[in-house]
């Protein structure tokens, strides 16, 4: 019988690789779905490796056509709220990580519908732009889980199609990398976590591929609701266990 462990990573990797190279959105299912087996603040070690590969093969990818103008207003907010998601995460036990994640898997959901049936126009002003940069970063930091705000702001910065693909990449890129040193403080990013991550390895391979070969023919609307969905059923778990 296959380790419980092993598969949950597998499933992961698979997903954080499908996401990464296809429609996105995936990221609020992927740290539940690990806390199957590992029900804590740990979680978020494990999964940090492969973040970071998925990334270095992201910005491989999309080297060109970067709005620098645009990270620079937008990353030191983030890294602010970074830091600020770090202090909270010293400070809280496992039990209340899980309510913390569960609600913000919730609010991520909602913050989506409300932008597909209304227009973002406050984000046209800078106090409102430059807070989904620090509210982006503390909810990085403390749940992987920052796709939303940072799509949200990037948007509103009116960049063609592939200056929003290279400048988001490079976004979570750097954020990640900033992320990494302080995971190791925490006692979150061990060589312990970082032996669990080389059991999604094969995951995040497949799940890359498929999602880069088989992104034309995924429906964009139909998959997000589905993933959607998903999400709420693992945030809602999450609370009944919490």
Same mark, same amino acid.
């Given at each position: 019988?296959?380790?419980?462990?092993?598969?949950?990573?597998?499933?992961?990797?698979?997903?954080?690789?499908?996401?990464?190279?296809?429609?996105?959105?995936?990221?609020?299912?992927?740290?539940?779905?690990?806390?199957?087996?590992?029900?804590?603040?740990?979680?978020?070690?494990?999964?940090?490796?492969?973040?970071?590969?998925?990334?270095?093969?992201?910005?491989?990818?999309?080297?060109?056509?970067?709005?620098?103008?645009?990270?620079?207003?937008?990353?030191?907010?983030?890294?602010?709220?970074?830091?600020?998601?770090?202090?909270?995460l010293s400070g809280?036990?496992?039990?209340?990580?899980?309510?913390?994640?569960?609600?913000?898997?919730?609010?991520?959901?909602?913050?989506?519908?409300?932008?597909?049936?209304?227009?973002?126009?406050?984000?046209?002003?800078?106090?409102?732009?430059?807070?989904?940069?620090? @509210?982006?970063?503390?909810? +990085?930091? %403390? $749940?992987?889980?920052?796709?939303? *705000? =940072? &799509?949200?702001?990037?948007?509103?910065?009116?960049?063609?199609?592939?200056?929003?693909?290279?400048?988001?990449?490079?976004?979570?890129?750097?954020?990640?990398?900033?992320?990494?040193?302080?995971?190791i403080s925490l006692?979150?990013?061990?060589?312990?976590?970082?032996?669990?991550?080389?059991?999604?390895?094969?995951?995040?391979?497949?799940?890359?591929?498929?999602?880069?070969?088989?992104?034309?023919?995924?429906?964009?609307?139909?998959?997000?609701? @589905?993933?959607?969905?998903? +999400?709420? %059923? $693992?945030?809602?778990?999450?609370? *009944? =266990? &919490?």
């Amino acid at each position: 019988m296959l380790d419980t462990s092993f598969v949950v990573l597998l499933i992961a990797g698979l997903i954080t690789g499908f996401s990464k190279f296809s429609v996105g959105g995936m990221g609020l299912l992927v740290l539940p779905i690990v806390m199957i087996a590992f029900p804590g603040p740990e979680a978020l070690g494990i999964l940090m490796p492969l973040y970071v590969i998925t990334d270095l093969m992201a910005v491989f990818s999309y080297k060109n056509h970067i709005a620098w103008s645009v990270l620079l207003r937008f990353l030191p907010l983030a890294f602010l709220g970074v830091f600020v998601g770090g202090h909270f995460l010293s400070g809280i036990d496992a039990s209340q990580f899980v309510y913390f994640l569960g609600t913000i898997v919730i609010a991520m959901i909602l913050l989506g519908l409300y932008l597909d049936f209304r227009p973002a126009g406050f984000m046209r002003k800078p106090a409102a732009a430059y807070s989904m940069g620090f @509210l982006g970063g503390v909810v +990085s930091m %403390m $749940a992987n889980a920052a796709g939303p *705000l =940072f &799509s949200l702001f990037l948007l509103e910065q009116k960049l063609d199609k592939k200056t929003y693909v290279s400048t988001r990449a490079w976004a979570f890129f750097i954020i990640n990398l900033l992320k990494l040193p302080l995971y190791i403080s925490l006692g979150l990013l061990s060589v312990g976590t970082a032996k669990m991550s080389v059991m999604a390895l094969p995951g995040l391979l497949i799940g890359s591929f498929i999602g880069y070969h088989f992104l034309k023919k995924v429906n964009p609307v139909q998959f997000k609701w @589905l993933i959607r969905i998903m +999400s709420c %059923m $693992a945030a809602f778990k999450l609370f *009944l =266990f &919490s």
